[in-house]
């Protein structure tokens, strides 16, 4: 086993995939509790090359290629966590989660409240979610609104390298189970990380791009469409405010609510199915909370009432700049 390096610079340009690589190696070098597994996360590095490089620096007893055994992965994660550990799973696309979710939604989920409060499970779901990269079917998955819905997970979903470097960080500290939302066609977009600030707190929306007549809300690979439409919208004269979630669950209703109280006016952006999805949520909870401030009803923008498409067809079924301007105008219209 070699040594990491931690001499390199504090703040560097990353893509996403390997400033999630860097969050990780970080963490393994900080505290020897930190174990990773998952299929082909060792020797391949992953099917995205997130976790090259970690097995040959840490070891195969620290990095562990598992069998393709989704539930035997999480379940595994569950006994290590409660030995002390803290088990930081990938599970490989986001369609192939669901043989896990019994484990994650019935164990880690419930375990601090089944104890009274005695036990807690620091295990991190590493997912690789959404579309947009031209794979087959149960690849291109986006299955937050589920996972919301469980109490006693946390969800997050990094849209910048920044972030995911920090974020990471911050989930593998929590003792709290959490599910890590990796948007992939986003792996390979580049930013600025700065891996000397301190670990952020996992709940927490941001201001992307201030604006004055629309709030538009997204996250993960959503934020990136959703500050090009504020960009094309300037030409036309339309001033659009991007929150970006981060978290799923819980949500940081707050800072929506401050920046609707400035525009007036809410779309919400995702790409799962917009029947029953996190924009729903938001939508009913701002209209309660922001009613007499909102000058047209909160709309959401996000994909069709069906499984998603093959990938020639993908590109009608992802949510684009043209249909967050489409919704902005519409909202303005009122």
């Not at 035997?72 to 599970?91: D, H, M, Q, S």
């Not at 849209?159 to 990471?168: E, K, N, Q, R, V």
Request: net charge negative.
């Amino acid at each position: 086993m070699t040594i990491p390096d931690r001499t390199r610079p504090a703040v560097r340009t990353l893509t996403l995939a390997r400033s999630i690589n860097a969050s990780l190696r970080d963490a393994m070098a900080d505290n020897p509790k930190v174990v990773l597994m998952g299929e082909d996360i060792g020797r391949l590095g992953g099917v995205f090359r997130v976790t090259d490089g970690l097995q040959k620096d840490f070891g195969e007893h620290r990095v562990l290629d598992t069998p393709l055994a989704e539930s035997g992965i999480v379940g595994t994660a569950i006994g290590l966590a409660l030995r002390g550990y803290r088990p930081v799973v990938e599970i490989q696309f986001d369609g192939f989660v669901f043989p896990a979710y019994d484990q994650i939604v019935t164990q880690l989920a419930k375990m601090r409240a089944r104890s009274g409060n005695r036990f807690g499970l620091p295990v991190v779901v590493r997912i690789p979610y959404g579309g947009g990269i031209g794979a087959v079917e149960h690849h291109s998955e986006s299955p937050e609104a589920l996972f919301a819905h469980v109490a006693g997970l946390r969800l997050v979903s990094p849209s910048t390298p920044g972030d995911a470097y920090g974020l990471l960080r911050a989930a593998i500290d929590c003792d709290d189970p959490v599910v890590f939302l990796e948007p992939k066609r986003r792996y390979y977009d580049k930013g600025e990380v700065d891996t000397s600030v301190p670990v952020a707190p996992l709940h927490g929306a941001r201001v992307a791009r201030p604006g004055r007549d629309v709030t538009v809300v997204g996250y993960g690979p959503m934020v990136r469409a959703c500050l090009d439409a504020a960009t094309a919208g300037e030409a036309d004269g339309i001033s659009l405010e991007v929150v970006d979630l981060r978290s799923v669950s819980p949500i940081d209703f707050d800072t929506i609510e401050a920046s609707v109280a400035r525009t007036g006016r809410l779309v919400v952006v995702h790409e799962a199915p917009v029947f029953f999805g996190a924009g729903a949520e938001i939508a009913a909870r701002i209209t309660e909370r922001c009613f007499h401030r909102l000058e047209s009803p909160v709309l959401r923008v996000g994909g069709y009432h069906m499984p998603y498409p093959p990938s020639r067809t993908e590109h009608a079924y992802l949510p684009d700049l043209d249909r967050i301007l489409d919704a902005a105008e519409r909202a303005l219209a009122y």
